[in-house]
């Protein structure tokens, strides 16, 4: 009979085995309050005093508190200090068909980041056509061509070569724009009233973010980026098209909208769980204005909920004439940044914002080419409010050391 209880003793603690520790500050050395330790289901807040305690038969953990690295645990031990590296993100972006591992973009992008304050990169994983840019394990997608354009060949070689420099990877991926799911899958595609799939005004078509199948497609995706190694999935596109007269499966109505892009992070945060990764979400820049969902499904009150950082585009050209009683908007690059993270912070904590800046010639009428003057007005701007760092788009990814050194 002991035998037998004892046997079961071991069986339960096993089978309920827990990790407990605190989490703390490795510059500082203080402890890191409402950190969020996960294994691959489950997930708790580290206290005040960044104590936690988490009940689970598993063996690998992963540690995540804004503003810091992610941080994996391959243990189950109890009463362990766990120190995190703090980092404000400063990324430039690198182009789909930049990350060839011999591409002379990414090696102009290295020594950028080498002689300047950058240390993180976000690189299209799927971009807007639906191409992958390494070669996927996920079978739909290849069957339909996604691997066929891919630009690097050996992920591998370039993870190792973003942690041998130190560097933090975001990963970007195109959500509902994706020109070969939607071809390929035509009962999905967002249609025009005559029944043909619709497409934009550079002929990519869109799937329809009500259809939990492109939840599914675009999140498998994801872990792939995730299972090399990403540090963040940040997902753009994560919206309806700016564009009356569609035709969708369900009613196009405010709630209705919200409530489908919800459901994808909701979808994304219980797949991505098991590898750690931070999640981020780009938007249109008036998401900081709005009072609505500008008739797209992105407002900050839904995403705070279901995302790790938000990403405005506050690009000082993106903003209409009259914008902040600016004529030109352009030409008050320090304002638009600043006023428009300002407006948000009684909604969400500043240090969930990370902004996406201008780093290319205004398009506007005054047409302003931005040079350093620009570039640093708009870097002090964030860094005045207390944003979680920021993130540089130029279309080319092209950058000067000159202007991104103050």
Known sequence: MKIILINIFIFSSLLFASISGTVIDNKTNMPIKNAYISDSIHGIRADKNGNFYLKSKEKVFHIKAYGYKPFKIKCNKKGMKYFLTPIEVKALYLTFWGASNSSKRLKKLLKVIKNTQINAIVVDIKNEYGSTMFYTSFKQANSY???DKRTNKNIKKFMKLMKDNNIYTIARIVTFKDEIQASYNKEYAIKKKNGEIWRNHDNMAWVDPFDIRSHKYTIRIAEEAAKVGFDEINFDYIRFPARDGLV?????????????????????????????????????GNICWSKDDNGIGQTISSFKNHTDYIAPMLYPSGFASGSFHFQYPSQYPYDVVYRSLKNITDKVDINRIRPWLQYFRDYKSKKIKYTKKEIQQQIKAAEDIGSNGWMMWSPSSRYSIKYLTK
């Open 145 to 147: 061509g996604a691997k």
């Open 248 to 284: 969708y499966s369900k009613k196009n109505t405010q709630n209705n909208r919200v409530k489908a892009i919800e459901d994808f992070l909701i979808l994304a945060q219980k797949k991505l769980m098991k590898y750690g990764v931070f999640i981020s979400v780009d938007t249109y």
